[in-house]
T-cell receptor, first 119, second 116 residues
């Protein structure tokens, strides 16, 4: 069975600090996808990144960066120079995709990390 | 491009009543998902549709929950009768053609249900 663990329930930092959100996953499949979503106070889940299990390259998008390490089953998310607008709950999620077509690929989410950026 | 639409946004009912939620996915998206998010937790998949067929409903409490996507476009999720523990946000998501697998899911704004 697949599982996603986000051990940090809440993180509070001062604006402009760097912050890393941890994500550890469990799966028996060799083909899978990892995602990060942001959930601001409004409640809507906003897609941030998708990574497949065959691509371990780290990715940077503006102030956001992601570190995928299969050896430790981790997919961590770093925000550089945090801003108040980054305050939200962040979810890591896993999908065990089926290439046979028509298979189930619903997301398994972690419990989320509540990030508070103080001005 | 319009996003995933859901209605109503909020609903308050008493236990044992019935309630229905509606979702219209992003145009052209073949796959539709319903998730339940209880306060303080991550979303949990309830059911997945591919066009108008059910792909996965293993976590749907079938004694009280039902869902349909008759024409392969919009979908309805129903709870009958509701229990106090059904209080949650119900999220609908959609993704495009699944030939590649693990497609990105785009979420709607959700329906907040409070059962009294």
């Amino acid at each position: 069975a697949q599982k996603v663990t986000q051990a940090q329930t809440e993180i509070s930092v001062v604006e402009k600090e760097d912050v890393t959100l941890d994500c550890v996953y469990e799966t028996r499949d060799t083909t899978y996808y990892l995602f990060w979503y942001k959930q601001p106070p409004s409640g809507e889940l906003v897609f941030l990144i998708r990574r497949n299990s065959f691509d371990e390259q780290n990715e940077i998008s503006g102030r956001y960066s992601w570190n995928f390490q299969k050896s430790t089953s981790s997919f961590n998310f770093t925000i550089t120079a945090s801003q108040v607008v980054d305050s939200a709950v962040y979810f890591c999620a896993l999908s065990e995709a089926q290439y046979s077509g028509g298979g189930a690929d619903g997301l398994t989410f972690g419990k989320g990390t509540h990030l508070i950026i103080q001005p | 491009e319009a996003g995933v639409a859901q209605s109503p946004r909020y609903k308050i009912i008493e236990k044992r009543q019935s309630v229905a939620f509606w979702c219209n996915p992003i145009s052209g998206h073949a796959t539709l998902y319903w998730y339940q998010q209880i306060l303080g937790q991550g979303p949990k998949l309830l059911i997945q549709f591919q066009n108008n067929g059910v792909v996965d409903d293993s976590q749907l409490p079938k004694d009280r929950f039902s869902a349909e996507r008759l024409k392969g476009v919009d979908s309805t999720l129903k709870i009958q009768p509701a229990k106090l523990e059904d209080s949650a946000v119900y999220l609908c998501a959609s993704s495009s053609n699944r030939l590649a697998g693990g497609e990105t899911q785009y979420f709607g704004p959700g329906t907040r249900l409070l059962v009294l």
